[in-house]
């Protein structure tokens, strides 16, 4: 795939300018009006909006026919990858227009409450999106389902949305990161060509502890929360969110469970909502579709830039500058060696947005330097995965911040520092390179 883009057009650091330049607007301006304390300071510029420059800059600096960079860039925005977010964003963004409408969220609400000591409301959301995504392999579709729920809690508890979405993301990024059908865990355990359970028995020694961290984390924070009274609910508005918990746990692909969810919940308010009606429901989906516009719109203005910068070089010039980095060292070899392979993907990230393609892109160059400094491929395939993860869960303009953002109306800047899952596992993460644990015999 990218072996031909290499062979034509050799590396260079100016294609990485575009997303440079995205960046700079973007977050530029949501600090220059967080400083001078304007409301929604990162809602005062438009992040499709400010890709615009960045997209113009793509293909001004594309080495060719303008025709060829516009192609390459539409290339991109179509990726199958990129399709597929964009139809978890809209279905997402109908399931949680439609539940909420027919008061699906408020009574699954109002269960919790009934059941859950509002201490143990954070760690709960932790462990069930924890779950929910190391079942369907993906963090997108946990986020999709639980995320509406987390942000209910916060409108009936003085538990902060940054908290409660937090939790559901950080639960998320932890089943993207240790399920066996991850497309991350596929990708990571083919290019370093061990088997999957080789990798899982690196990963959970780190992720395992970093998640029990996190959940003690979550009980200190609410370990202050009041007891509320929990209203009467209906039984039969809860179906929809058990049914998409419950097609979780299945190997049905994730767009089937949410177009389920919609259907379910549509027909469930028919029946039960006297005022519901079908312009309602038409209403309900129509609402959700447009409330993930934005970041749907964004995702595919991303994906074309980073096919420019990839085609262009740019990404590759990134990956052998740290490849070249890494060989500076000459004490501690395997532990120069994880920490090269634990940036090659944290930056081949942060450019591309994406984790399995972050891991793709730089997973023959992690294979290198594996075997140059003797770093065991099971390690390097955890690696890959732990700081892809990371990096996934903490990038302000990645699609699991964007989803989870609006489904809650946060600014992802201030979602970040709430995420602790992903903090502490990059921690565990860095302890483990350090430490060299796990250890286990080296196999042929």
């Known amino acids: 795939m990218s072996s031909d883009s290499q062979v034509k057009v050799p590396a260079r650091a100016f294609a990485l300018l575009p997303l440079i330049v995205f960046l700079a607007i973007f977050l530029g301006s949501g600090l220059y009006h967080t400083a001078i304390g304007t409301e929604f300071a990162f809602y005062q510029v438009k992040a499709p909006v400010a890709a615009l420059p960045a ?12 025709n060829d960079a516009i192609d390459t860039f539409m290339k991109g925005a179509s990726h199958p990858n990129l399709i597929l977010m964009f139809m978890i964003f809209m279905l997402a963004g109908a399931f949680a227009s439609v539940s909420s ?30 779950f ?83 959940i003690l984390i979550y009980l200190f924070i609410a370990s202050g929360s009041q007891a509320i009274e929990h209203k009467a609910y209906d039984l039969w508005l809860i179906l929809p969110y058990l049914a998409v918990f419950i097609l979780a746990f299945s190997r049905l692909h994730v767009l089937a469970v949410l177009t389920i969810g919609v259907l379910l919940s549509g027909v469930i308010g028919l029946v039960e909502q006297p005022d519901f009606n079908l312009l309602g429901l038409n209403n309900a989906i129509y609402d959700g579709f447009t409330s993930m516009f934005e970041v749907a719109l964004l995702s595919m203005f991303l994906g074309g830039i980073s096919a420019i910068m990839q085609k262009e070089g740019g990404l590759e010039w990134l990956i052998q500058r740290i490849y070249s980095f890494t060989r500076l060292f000459k004490i501690g070899a395997q532990r120069a060696g994880e920490l090269g392979i634990s940036c090659l993907v944290i930056f081949a990230n942060l450019f591309v ?68 899952y992903c903090w502490v596992l990059a921690i565990f993460a860095i302890l483990a390179i350090l430490f060299r644990f796990p250890k286990f015999k080296t196999t042929a």
């Open 101 to 130: 409408t027919i008061g699906s969220v408020d009574a699954t609400v109002q269960l919790g409450l009934s059941i859950i000591p509002p201490e143990f409301v954070l760690p709960m959301l932790f462990i069930i999106a924890a």
């Open 55 to 66: 997209i113009v800059l793509a293909i001004l600096l594309y080495r060719g026919k303008i």
């Open 132 to 214: 929910i995504a190391t079942a369907m392999g993906t963090s997108m579709g946990t986020i999709a389902a639980c995320a509406p729920i987390a942000f209910g809690f916060t409108q009936v508890t003085e538990l902060d949305a940054i908290y409660t979405i937090g939790a559901v993301v950080g639960g998320a990024m932890f089943g993207d990161n240790l399920s066996m059908i991850s497309d991350t865990t596929i990708a990571a355990t083919s290019s370093q060509k061990v088997q999957l359970r080789d990798k899982f028995k690196v990963n959970v020694w780190i992720a395992v502890p970093a998640s029990i961290i996190s």
């Open 353 to 420: 947005a994406n984790n399995t393609v972050a891991i793709i892109l730089s997973g023959d160059m992690a294979r290198e330097v594996a075997k140059e400094y003797g770093v065991d491929p099971k390690r390097a395939a955890a690696f890959l995965d732990i700081f892809s993860c990371v990096v996934q869960g903490l990038i302000p303009y990645g699609a699991q911040l964007l989803l989870a953002c609006s489904i809650a109306k946060l600014s992802p800047i201030e979602l970040i520092g709430s995420i602790y």
